[in-house]
């Protein structure tokens, strides 16, 4: 398969990616729909999910994208594989999140990464960043209690801004007592930690279990 090319940056505030994506239909989707889900938010071309999926089958795994041909190509790449319990949608999570997890079962979403996302650097562009505190709180709606969510980049003011959105959410714990965890707990790498780490550069992680909030 061809590799597509797309641009880096794609700016989710753009006109024409306010339309949110419709809910899911999960029988539709995976085979066995009721399965635990693993939600990769910024999958890229997906292929940290590929390699989930073949090895965790008692898994749903879904990734989303904003970059739609990286989608388009991802799905054309499961399906080769014959995999079932894999899919790819291109939405931008910041509108969609909450109507696509709309019709989940409750306790099905156990697990979200999100891994390496866009920086954008220049503080007037915050507001493009992936993981707003709007972005938390509809997390925190849909992963079940004891569920678990991994972040991880290679810019550490990105890292330490999400790592602080979830920090602030009271429905969040942190775990792990050192200031930024020194091992995947994934039995994946992505492509960008691969590279990152090869050329002997820092990746910054943090990882949160979803905690029973006592009102």
Same mark, same amino acid.
């Given at each position: 398969?061809?590799?597509?090319?797309?641009?880096?940056?794609?700016?989710?505030?753009?006109?024409?990616?306010?339309?949110?994506?419709?809910?899911?239909?999960?029988?539709?989707?995976?085979?066995?729909?009721?399965?635990?889900?693993?939600?990769?938010?910024?999958?890229?071309?997906?292929?940290?999910?590929?390699?989930?999926?073949?090895?965790?089958?008692?898994?749903?795994?879904?990734?989303?994208?904003?970059?739609?041909? /990286? &989608?388009? +190509?991802?799905?054309?790449? @499961?399906?080769?594989? *014959?995999?079932?319990? =894999?899919?790819?949608?291109?939405?931008? #999570?910041?509108?969609?999140?909450?109507?696509?997890?709309?019709?989940?079962?409750?306790?099905?979403?156990?697990?979200?990464?999100?891994?390496?996302?866009?920086?954008?650097?220049?503080?007037?562009?915050?507001?493009?960043?992936?993981?707003?505190?709007? /972005? &938390?709180? +509809?997390?925190?709606?849909? @992963?079940?209690?004891? *569920?678990?969510?991994? =972040?991880?980049?290679?810019?550490?003011? #990105?890292?330490?801004?999400?790592?602080?959105?979830?920090?602030?959410?009271?429905?969040?714990?942190?775990?792990?007592?050192?200031?930024?965890?020194?091992?995947?707990?994934?039995?994946?790498?992505?492509?960008?930690?691969?590279?990152?780490?090869?050329?002997?550069?820092?990746?910054?992680?943090?990882?949160?279990?979803?905690?029973?909030?006592?009102?």
């Amino acid at each position: 398969m061809a590799v597509v090319r797309v641009r880096q940056h794609v700016n989710p505030l753009a006109r024409k990616y306010q339309t949110p994506a419709n809910a899911i239909e999960w029988e539709k989707v995976y085979t066995q729909p009721n399965q635990p889900l693993h939600l990769d938010i910024g999958c890229a071309r997906g292929r940290f999910l590929l390699k989930m999926a073949q090895i965790e089958t008692n898994w749903n795994f879904l990734g989303l994208e904003i970059r739609e041909p /990286l &989608v388009v +190509e991802a799905n054309q790449l @499961l399906c080769e594989f *014959g995999l079932t319990n =894999l899919h790819y949608l291109f939405c931008n #999570v910041n509108n969609s999140l909450r109507s696509l997890l709309s019709s989940l079962t409750p306790g099905t979403l156990q697990r979200v990464t999100i891994q390496f996302p866009d920086p954008w650097f220049k503080s007037r562009h915050a507001k493009r960043r992936v993981v707003q505190p709007e /972005l &938390v709180a +509809e997390l925190a709606d849909y @992963l079940t209690v004891g *569920g678990v969510v991994f =972040l991880q980049s290679d810019v550490e003011f #990105v890292a330490t801004q999400m790592r602080d959105q979830f920090a602030e959410n009271p429905a969040f714990e942190r775990l792990g007592t050192e200031e930024w965890l020194t091992e995947n707990p994934l039995p994946v790498p992505t492509e960008r930690e691969i590279a990152t780490q090869n050329k002997g550069e820092s990746v910054y992680r943090a990882a949160f279990v979803r905690k029973i909030v006592v009102t």
